[in-house]
């Protein structure tokens, strides 16, 4: 059972995902910011009774922070399947299907994030796999909701549907290009946000986040449609920039790549920054045909970017690592699971 980040899905050059997030809270509970940690125990431990018995969960992994050690949460939030918000909370607890396409995260900056992922550009599937699990748990809870309004939520901009829809993107030329800011302010003007979502604010991998800025006054169709209209040109741009580029540079280009996968192949140690970045540029010499697999494998690359965060090289050794350790593990992970090329 392939996981999101395991696949290449449609467009897959340029959208590595889609994911759709659902904000939900439940009557008799003050908001979460101002719950104590003993009324978030006991609004956690009341919602995972009541779907720990539905048979829609019966294949999911419930998880609770306090079973959890702090590395264990990390790897968690570095596959993406808990939040960075829900990481610094004290007291949190979810349900994460098997293949971690779908997680339940309770007590995060509202009492229920709902969020589905799909490889590729495919949003209208993530929101169904989304929908179907908010029809489930509004069957059995209270949500708190308001004929005007909507769903109410903890930050007003998520009033009304209480969705964010986003795409994950590979932007390299348009990050090579300088035109990232641009294209940022741009994208502001229909309501939407692009963010890094690069290392201490270094975005070695050139990976970026386009998500719906507001859900008031709009339905969950018109928030999909705007931000797929909006991000097939954005990807239209980023391919057009990338054979610009080669049909001018295609000897620097592939020389570029073949360093990338001779770094990549044989280095004994390897920082996060640079398995990253040279993940980037070997992805986009896959994506480009500037260098060839040896078999007809579909490799995520995104998988490995994955692979390579510190946590989750830590969950795959018995012992604590040191941080070089951890850089001489992630070149070794990275020599095993990386497609050869001919």
């Known amino acids: 059972m392939l996981r999101w980040f395991e696949e290449n899905g449609k467009n897959s050059d340029v959208v590595i995902s889609g ?6 809270n439940i009557n008799g509970f003050h908001f979460s910011l101002k719950l104590t940690n ?9 919602i995972l009774t009541k779907l720990k018995g539905l048979k829609a969960f019966e294949q999911y992994h419930i998880f609770q922070f306090k079973d959890l050690d702090d590395c264990q949460k990390t790897a968690m939030k570095e596959r993406h399947v808990i939040s960075d918000f829900l990481l610094k909370r004290d007291t949190a607890a979810g349900l994460v299907s098997e293949d971690e396409n779908i997680s339940i995260m309770l007590n995060e900056e509202d009492h229920i994030r709902i969020q589905a992922f799909v490889s590729g550009m495919d949003i209208d599937k993530a929101y169904e796999l989304a929908n179907d699990i908010d029809d489930t748990i509004g069957g059995v809870l209270d949500y708190c909701y308001d004929e005007k309004y909507g769903y109410l939520t903890t930050c007003p901009s998520n009033v009304g549907t209480g969705m964010r829809a986003s795409y994950m993107l590979h932007l390299p030329a348009l990050t090579g290009s300088g035109r990232i800011a641009g294209l940022a302010a741009e994208v ?9 979502l690069g290392i201490d604010q270094n975005n070695y991998g050139d990976i970026y986040q386009i998500t719906n800025q507001y859900t008031l006054g709009k339905s969950e169709k018109e928030i999909l449609d705007n931000l797929t209209n909006i ?27 073949y360093r990338a996968y001779g770094v990549l192949r044989y280095a004994r140690k390897v920082s996060l920054g640079d398995g990253m970045l040279l993940l980037s540029q070997f992805r986009l010499g896959l994506s ?29 050794s018995a012992n604590e690592m040191t941080e070089e350790e951890i850089d001489i593990a992630r070149s070794q992970f990275i020599r095993d699971n990386i497609p050869l090329i001919q």
């Open 288 to 316: 480009e045909k500037l260098v060839k697999p040896s078999s007809d494998i579909d490799v995520s690359i995104y998988q490995l970017m994955i692979g390579i965060q510190p946590a989750n090289l830590q969950m795959m």
């Open 19 to 24: 994911r759709v997030r659902l904000a939900r």
């Open 231 to 257: 991000t097939e040109q954005i990807v239209e741009q980023e391919r057009t920039l990338r054979k610009q580029y080669i049909s001018r540079k295609r000897l620097s280009a592939q020389d570029t790549v």
């Open 38 to 46: 003993e009324d978030a125990e006991i609004m956690d431990a009341e």
């Open 188 to 196: 502001g003007r229909f309501g939407l946000v692009l963010k890094s």
